[in-house]
């Protein structure tokens, strides 16, 4: 198993500015997921990161509004770049410890962008 | 691409009844996972159940079961004696085995908000 953190748990913002989301995880994994879930909907994923390469962005998902770091097997940051209200949503890290078994979800982030 | 598909965007069920919650998916794939997971207004996503392809005996897990149809593409969930605590959205996902040229993402139906009526 795995227990994941995510810092910060919500936050409150204005258009224009950009925030950094920290995902933490207890042990070391191989991949690391990044997932947006817009008020009321489901679960999309914006890029999948690995340790030691670039992220893997989705269609519809570019790295300049989505920069992702993955310094160690450890930790991950998102940060949404230029916010506008339309990036309002919960922002959910995720790992995958055995290719194929449970992906393991943190508690994710509330943005609200004003 | 992959889609998942859940029809139900509510359910509700009285507590101690049963309550099954449909999930339909399509794939050209033959080697897949599909997971069912919970998310409480916690919004803590818990895994519920995982079901591999190539199994033919539908998983199950205390209260919970699926009935796996891999030839109809679908992946339904039953909970049995339902309780309070059950109420959450519930996500269908469908994840790829493919050695070659799969993907690791979770690809999430919409939901189904579940009510547990006392």
């Known amino acids: 198993s795995a227990v994941i953190s995510q810092k910060p748990s919500r936050d409150i913002c204005q258009r224009g500015t950009s925030l950094t989301i920290q995902c933490q995880v207890d042990s070391q994994v191989t991949m690391m997921f990044w997932y947006r879930q817009q008020p009321g909907q489901s679960l999309t994923l914006i890029a999948t990161?690995?340790?030691?390469?670039?992220?893997?962005?989705e269609s519809g998902f570019v790295i300049d509004k989505f920069p992702i770091s993955r310094p160690n097997l450890t930790f991950s940051t998102l940060t949404v770049s230029n916010m506008s209200p339309e990036d309002s949503s919960i922002y959910l890290c995720?790992?995958?410890?055995?290719?194929?078994?449970?992906?393991?979800f943190g508690p994710g982030t509330r943005l609200t962008v004003l | 691409a992959q889609t998942v598909t859940q029809s139900q965007p509510e359910m509700s069920v009285q507590e101690a009844e049963t309550v099954t919650l449909s999930c339909t998916y399509d794939?050209?794939?033959?080697?897949?996972?599909l997971f069912w997971y919970k998310q409480p207004p916690s919004r803590q996503m818990i895994l519920v159940i995982r079901q591999e392809a190539y199994k033919q005996q539908n998983a199950t897990e205390n209260r919970f079961s699926v009935n796996f149809q891999k030839a109809a593409k679908s992946f339904s969930l039953k909970i049995s004696d339902s309780q309070l605590g059950d109420a959450a959205m519930y996500f269908c996902?469908?994840?790829?085995?493919?050695?070659?040229?799969?993907?690791?993402?979770?690809?999430f139906g919409k939901g189904t908000k579940l009510t547990v009526n006392p």
């Open positions: 794939t050209s794939e033959s080697d897949y996972y």
């Open positions: 990161a690995n340790q030691g390469s670039e992220a893997t962005y």
């Open positions: 995720s790992v995958e410890v055995h290719p194929g078994g449970e992906q393991f």
């Open positions: 996902a469908y994840r790829s085995a493919e050695t070659q040229g799969g993907s690791e993402k979770l690809v």
